[in-house]
């Protein structure tokens, strides 16, 4: 596709066909967003376009049309003046056209020749400094490859020692040590709702690497940058994508209505068998892996007056002196769900490693810098004894506020920064956790779990993907007459507890009670409350707190 190798002719076509002269040059659009959005409106017309990654960069050419799913991990990177608009002669008969630059490096150094410098017109450029998705499983990776137009051949013929490692910027990634490839996305214009740790899909022009601008507005600085060579993309199209998405959902992320219908219909069935697969990872423990399931479908979906509404960090505790579950937990997360990162929280990680951003000329990452919707799994059972530092201290504050209110403090030389988050925290430990938690058990391991367990066929794994996404983004209703009926039940437990002189439930145990209803709900793939759910929630919490005693 002509578009797709040569974009910039079509940005010409377009810019001569609906530019004029003397429109205010920040709001000038000439149709490219529109044009770009029509060719490529559906997930089969998007997959022609190459992915960008650390592989691809060598094959792709400068100047081809890309895309990238990616985070975005800094939005205060330097602004820069850049050429919008040049005059260019022509060289064989003299005649003057104008030529669009704001999708591209600049002009080419023999057109600089040519050029008639008294009619330029200047573009102000926004920059983002973007890596790849921080904790995606391989099996996105693996589905977003599977239909995108192939490379595979060009990259094959890549010899070994051809092939050099894309630089980075390290400390700008969340997961220390890790692989990952990094791109700043240069954009014509301001876009507000685009924000650190949003997950984007960039369509953009690939321009060339360069070293990162930081600190000097405008990009002026009396000193040559330096520092890594970053490759570039010019962004035609900037997409945010819903953070709890399946990859093969629609273009924003969300389920379509095919989805939403079979997968609330078959949902009972995908439950068991899921809750099954999970009960292989944790004993046989039955409980355990509906708490499981329940905490992969929670997702923070209100914050009225200060209240974080769907939250469900969970403690898993394992005293026992058999191998831990850790790593079966972590595998089977990883089969299911799009973005986990696993922490082995040690004291020397605690005390060495960040788990908060900071910054001062620019931002450096940390642990809990992640897209929304991304699982953290902690494994407290190899923390050993010792004495935690200062930043130990200030990594574990921020991980109890993840878990308690679902922010993070971005810390910075003379004021701190709050940021919303929506992370899912799941911990395992062999005594109460040293993060507070929503729900803490004691694991029981059933020991006639151990000869039924199988492995789920890679169809019933391709369900259970879909299924989880696709429940997490329901739209979940609460009905006032169930609101009414709990009220009711409610009063009444309290009056007979008065009555017996035993513990009365609290206000905050009905919370819990209606929070864990909610999610019980919608792993059957019903939208709205039932009695027979809101009973089930019931008998689930107070099996918990029989169970959560330590």
């Known amino acids: 596709m002509s578009v797709i190798d040569r974009p910039l002719e079509t940005i010409q076509e ?3 066909k609906n530019w004029k002269r003397g429109q205010a040059v920040e709001k000038v659009d000439f149709g490219v967003t529109e044009h770009f959005q029509s060719l490529f409106d559906t997930r089969e017309k998007l997959q022609k376009i190459p992915i960008l990654d650390a592989q691809s960069i060598h094959a792709l050419p400068i100047n081809s049309l890309v895309r990238f799913r990616c985070m975005v991990q800094d939005t205060e990177l330097s602004q820069e003046v850049a050429l919008f608009v040049t005059t260019s002669a022509s060289q064989l008969n003299g005649e003057k056209k104008l030529v669009c630059h704001r999708y591209s490096d600049g002009p080419q150094e023999e057109h600089l020749l040519s050029t008639d410098h008294t009619q330029d017109l200047m573009d102000l450029r926004n920059s983002y400094y973007c890596v790849s998705v921080p904790g995606e499983s391989q099996w996105v990776r693996d589905l977003e490859h599977s239909g995108s137009c192939g490379l595979d051949s060009t990259l094959q013929n890549l010899k070994l020692q051809d092939v050099k490692v894309p630089q980075v910027i390290p400390e700008r990634y969340p997961f220390s040590g890790a692989d990952h490839f990094a791109v700043v996305v240069k954009t014509h214009s301001s876009d507000v709702s685009i924000g650190v740790t949003d997950l984007v899909e960039v369509i953009g022009v ?5 070293q990162l601008m930081t600190g000097d507005s405008f990009g002026f600085s009396e000193e040559p940058a330096n520092g890594p060579l970053i490759p570039t993309v010019h962004a035609i199209l900037m997409r945010k994508l819903d953070d709890h998405g399946h990859p093969e959902l629609g273009l924003d992320g969300r389920p379509g209505e095919g989805d939403m219908q079979h997968y609330t219909k078959e949902a009972e069935t995908i439950r068991g068998d899921l809750i099954r697969y999970i009960a292989t990872a944790v004993r046989g423990d039955r409980l355990a892996a ?7 479908l929670a997702r923070i979906y209100s914050r009225p007056s200060g209240t974080v509404l769907g939250k469900f960090s969970l403690n898993l ?22 973005k986990v990162h696993t922490v082995p929280m040690s004291l020397q990680t605690l005390n060495n490693d960040f788990f908060f951003p900071r910054g001062d000329e620019g931002l450096s990452s940390g642990v809990l810098q992640v897209t929304r919707g991304t699982a ?9 004894e010792g004495t935690l530092v200062d930043k130990g201290l200030k990594n574990l504050k921020a991980l109890s506020d993840v878990s308690l209110y679902q922010t993070l403090q971005y810390v910075f030389p003379f004021n701190n920064l709050e940021f919303q988050t929506d992370i899912s925290l799941l911990i395992v430990s062999n005594g109460n956790s040293l993060v507070p938690v929503d729900c803490a ?7 006639s779990a151990d000869e039924i367990s199988t492995e789920p066929t890679e169809e019933q794994l391709v369900s259970f993907r879909k ?4 429940l997490r983004l329901a739209e979940y209703k609460f009905s006032e007459e169930m609101a009414k009926e709990i009220e009711t039940e409610f009063m009444e437990q309290r009056r007979a507890a008065a009555t017996a002189g035993t513990g009365l439930i609290t206000p905050n145990d009905l919370a819990f009670n209606i929070s864990l209803a909610r999610l019980v709900a919608l792993s059957y793939g019903e939208l709205t409350l039932t009695k027979r759910r809101w009973d089930h929630a019931v008998s689930l919490a107070k099996e918990i707190r029989s169970r959560g005693k330590q």
């Open 14 to 16: 377009l810019f001569e």
């Open 206 to 210: 690939l321009g060339a690497s360069d």
């Open 290 to 296: 509906e708490l499981v399931l329940l905490h992969f």
């Open 317 to 338: 505790r394992d005293s026992s002196s058999n191998p831990s579950i850790y790593p079966s937990l972590a595998r089977v997360a990883k089969s299911v769900l799009p």
């Open 376 to 384: 953290i799994l902690i494994d407290e059972t190899v923390m050993n």
């Open 441 to 447: 058990i004691t694991l029981r391991h059933d020991t």
């Open 467 to 470: 299924y989880i996404s696709v």
